[in-house]
């Protein structure tokens, strides 16, 4: 079975709780031969400030670069809230993204039957839901130049952000996007606004030529970006791939956040390029959620967005789409047994700690591997 190469990074916060349950996981899969997993573990953000004065250093970011996959927590909270600027806990994840070049953002959102009375949707139009959202991460208005306000002199300011888009950032999202539906129910839906915006043209253009050129098996649909945010509270059923820009991503990937219910029920995965050498992607893995200051230390957070995040590293970055399934299958498991941390709870249930639903997971991981 090959060896692969895990850096955890568990931050701050409730990351190190949620993080303890990715490792009695993977000690539990080495142990009955499920995967091989050597893991390494180091600092970021605010812990690593206090350590470091800085919020990754160098050494994490070698070890980053060698792995096959990152596995990060979250980091933040009010006790940095002073530190410099440029060594804040989220300076840590930025240089990770950026370094790696992590430039697609997978953001699934399934819902769980156990879980479909806590969407704020009716139970049928969100029951059993399984659609991923794929937001361009590294481009965009958020990066582009010129980002500037400037003194107009006559009381007034400009604010000024610019939209860009290369063909070659368009045409490696889309790539990505017709990839994974290939694996899945195989459907792209492509959204941009093209009504208004040129980088919207030049989006629809470069999806289509990849199409006609390269996916044609693929089922290829395009809608503008505002209609797209509205059929994804309509019916969400109706898609099964999202591709977006790095703006409309952000907002339409919060939007099908919150179809599935929890905040601590949110997995995501951040991709690089293909190594040309090697034919490995750089890739992170890590919980929507933050470091919830809030519940931090009283071991009551929802694993399962992080071990959610722990499966699709298995699906995207060990080939181990079995294994991945047999995760999503043993956290559907532990939900139909009633189980729910706090932030999940409902009538009847039992709410557990973030161990006992970790144990619970692990548990029916067992029962599908025996
Ligand atoms: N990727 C990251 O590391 C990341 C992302 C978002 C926020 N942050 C940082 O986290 C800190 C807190 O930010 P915030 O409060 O806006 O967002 P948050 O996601 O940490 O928390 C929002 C709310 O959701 C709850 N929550 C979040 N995850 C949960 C889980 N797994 N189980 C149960 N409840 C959960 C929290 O208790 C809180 O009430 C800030 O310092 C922020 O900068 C980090």
């Known amino acids: 079975m090959a060896t692969h190469k895990l850096l955890l990074l568990p931050g701050d916060g409730i990351g190190p709780e949620v993080m303890v349950e990715v490792k009695k996981l993977t000690a539990f899969m080495n142990a009955h031969g499920l995967g091989n997993f050597e893991i390494e573990e180091g600092l970021v953000g605010g812990c690593c400030y206090d350590a470091h004065k800085i919020a990754i250093t160098d050494a994490t970011m070698a070890k980053a670069h060698a792995a096959d996959a990152v596995i990060f927590g979250a980091v933040g909270g009010p006790q940095w809230d002073r530190v410099p600027y440029e060594v804040r806990p989220e300076a840590g994840l930025l240089r990770l993204r950026?370094?790696?070049?992590?430039?697609?953002?997978?953001?699934?959102?399934?819902?769980?039957?156990?879980?479909?009375?806590?969407?704020?949707?009716?139970?049928?139009?969100?029951?059993?839901?399984?659609?991923?959202?794929?937001?361009?991460?590294?481009?965009?208005?958020?990066?582009?130049?010129?980002?500037?306000?400037?003194?107009?002199?006559?009381?007034?300011?400009?604010?000024?952000?610019?939209?860009?888009?290369?063909?070659?950032?368009?045409?490696?999202?889309?790539?990505?996007?017709?990839?994974?539906?290939?694996?899945?129910?195989?459907?792209?839906?492509?959204?941009?606004?093209r009504n208004v915006m040129k980088t919207g043209v030049l989006w629809h253009e470069v999806v289509k030529e990849l199409h006609a050129r390269e996916y044609k098996d693929v089922a290829l649909e395009h809608q503008l970006a505002d209609a797209g945010g509205m059929q994804l509270v309509r019916w969400p059923k109706q898609f099964d791939v999202i591709v977006t820009d790095n703006l409309f991503g952000d907002m339409l990937s919060d939007i099908a956040a919150m179809l599935t219910g929890s905040l601590g029920m949110l997995p995501s995965a951040s991709l690089g390029e293909v190594d040309a050498k090697t034919k490995k992607r750089k890739a992170m893995y890590e919980p929507v959620h933050g470091s919830a200051p809030d519940i931090a230390g009283k071991g009551v957070a929802n694993p399962i967005a992080m071990l959610a995040s722990f499966g699709m590293a298995l699906r995207y970055s060990l080939n181990m789409a079995k294994e991945a399934d047999q995760i999503e299958a043993a956290i559907a498991a532990a939900l139909a047994q009633g189980l729910r941390t706090a932030d999940i709870k409902s009538e009847g249930a039992k709410i557990v700690t973030t161990a006992e639903m970790g144990d619970a997971i692990v548990g029916e991981m067992k029962k599908l591997a025996a």
Do not use: H, W
């Open 98 to 193: 950026k370094e790696l070049g992590l430039f697609a953002n997978i953001r699934p959102a399934i819902c769980y039957p156990a879980l479909a009375e806590s969407s704020s949707l009716k139970r049928d139009v969100v029951d059993g839901l399984d659609i991923i959202i794929l937001r361009e991460l590294t481009g965009g208005v958020y990066f582009g130049e010129p980002k500037t306000i400037t003194d107009l002199g006559n009381g007034q300011k400009r604010a000024i952000d610019t939209q860009v888009y290369d063909t070659y950032e368009i045409d490696r999202i889309a790539r990505v996007a017709f990839e994974l539906a290939r694996k899945r129910r195989n459907k792209v839906t492509s959204m941009e606004k």
